[in-house]
């Protein structure tokens, strides 16, 4: 054998071999004893991500409905403001009632936007929980794949290691 290839090949065995202790050692599972811990985090994980898929699926449900009504109120303020404008128009001619009927239009127009932006609010939050909720369902979801790695290599070592 060259002794390129004989480097080649002891470079290869050891980057493998770091690879598996560094699998090995960075577990927090290790043996057979910590399959009880293990399981239970395990589950006390999956039930986690359960949750948080029904929270995320409840608010991904309500999004549509949270939209509609914030381009409903959007439309309903634009009226109350046009009305306004209408009745400003109209009470220019210095009649008490037209101005007080006015202004109480105002008032309207003004409470109307400010329903509008509270349910633009909600809409805007509701997609910030939807995009938090993901990432910590993808973050946990993370951790039960190393949890299930390490309860593969307890048991694949404790299946190869035989009675003793």
Same mark, same amino acid.
């Given at each position: ?50 949750? $948080? ?5 409840? $608010? ?105």
């Amino acid at each position: 054998m060259r002794p390129s290839t004989m480097l080649k090949s002891a470079g290869l065995l050891a980057v493998i071999f770091c690879c598996t202790l560094s699998v090995a050692f960075g577990q927090k599972y290790k043996t057979l004893a910590d399959t009880a811990k293990l399981n239970a985090e395990r589950n006390k994980l999956t039930r986690d991500i359960a949750e $948080l898929n029904t929270e995320l699926n409840d $608010l991904k449900t309500k999004l549509p409905e949270y939209e509609a009504a914030s381009q409903d109120q959007a439309k309903v303020a634009q009226e109350a403001a046009q009305k306004s404008k209408e009745m400003a128009a109209k009470a220019t001619d210095g009649d008490l009632s037209k101005v007080r009927k006015e202004a109480k239009m105002a008032r309207r127009a003004h409470n109307e936007a400010a329903d509008a932006d509270d349910a633009q609010k909600k809409v805007k939050n509701t997609n910030k929980k939807i995009e938090k909720l993901g990432k910590e369902i993808e973050k946990k979801q993370q951790k039960l794949d190393e949890l299930n790695q390490q309860s593969t290599t307890i048991t694949s070592a404790g299946t190869t290691a035989g009675p003793r």
